[in-house]
């Protein structure tokens, strides 16, 4: 199995609502709140465009219109093409500006978080993770501490969505098992186990001062990495629409 990923920023994003489906346009007009509605805006956006990359559709505002993502009863982002459900899977992370779209061509379940190393209190700890990764923690260096809380966190978010539950379940019902405590900019493996014995397999890297995770319920080979066009091939093709 293959997975892909594709990263795109606030600023990727046209100003207009074209590329966006009747669907999607609906309930856009429904987020009152300016951040909300930008970071909705900003994770369909690189969802269309990892689906768009993937099959070879130009990013023209017309054909980005008849790609749809709308959530399922769970939550869970499904991919509407022309209408029709499509075989594909996909998970949509942002933060602070920055957007990722995890993709499969196939049914699986699949999950993927973007996260910033930031500090977080001894209370936040205690209450969101296992003895076990309080242990992994407790060990790492102070250099490294908070990355790996970024790690463990965003790997959890991961293999929460890939359960189609979210931040509904308790965070402690899923173990994060890294194979490093630090990586750079390479992936390295990462497994997460629920409290029912289920395994999710993934990948967790560094960029910057974010961590991104992505997980699966099959094994799978690292991410490739997806290209959108640049800024101004992005603005000529909406444009031109």
């Known amino acids: 199995m293959h997975t892909y990923l594709l990263e795109q920023r606030e600023q990727d994003v046209p100003e207009s609502n074209d590329w966006l489906g009747a669907r999607e346009r609906d309930h856009v007009r429904t987020l009152n709140f300016l951040k909300r509605r930008a970071d909705w805006r900003?994770?369909?956006?690189?969802?269309?465009?990892?689906?768009?990359?993937?099959?070879?559709?130009?990013l023209h505002a017309d054909l980005l219109a008849t790609i749809q993502i709308c959530p399922a009863a769970s939550g869970q982002p499904e991919v509407f093409l022309h209408g029709s459900l499509a075989d594909v899977t996909i998970s949509i992370s942002h933060r602070s500006g920055l957007a990722i779209c995890a993709l499969a061509a196939n049914p699986v379940r699949l999950g993927c978080d973007l996260e910033i190393v930031e500090p977080h209190s001894a209370g936040f700890v205690a209450d969101y993770f296992t003895s076990e990764e309080?242990?992994?923690?407790e060990r790492a260096a102070t250099t490294d501490r908070w990355r790996l809380v970024a790690m463990l966190w965003s790997a959890k978010e991961s293999a929460?969505?890939?359960?189609?539950?979210?931040?509904?379940?308790?965070t402690r019902s899923v173990v994060v098992k890294p194979a490093t405590l630090s990586c750079g900019e390479a992936w390295s493996?990462?497994?997460?186990?629920?409290?029912?014995?289920?395994?999710f397999h993934g990948w967790w890297r560094e960029t910057g001062e974010r961590v991104q995770t992505v997980v699966a319920d099959a094994s799978f080979s690292p991410p490739i990495q997806l290209q959108a066009p640049s800024s101004a091939d992005q603005e000529s093709a909406i444009?031109?629409?």
């Not at 309080?134 to 923690?137: A, H, T």
């Not at 929460?160 to 308790?170: P, Q, T, V």
Request: hydrophobic share 45%; charged share 25%.
């Open 239 to 241: 444009d031109a629409a």
């Open 134 to 137: 309080q242990e992994l923690i």
């Open 189 to 199: 493996s990462i497994e997460v186990h629920s409290i029912e014995g289920e395994c």
């Open 42 to 58: 900003l994770g369909r956006w690189a969802a269309k465009c990892a689906i768009a990359s993937l099959q070879n559709i130009p």
């Open 160 to 170: 929460l969505k890939a359960l189609h539950e979210g931040l509904r379940r308790d």
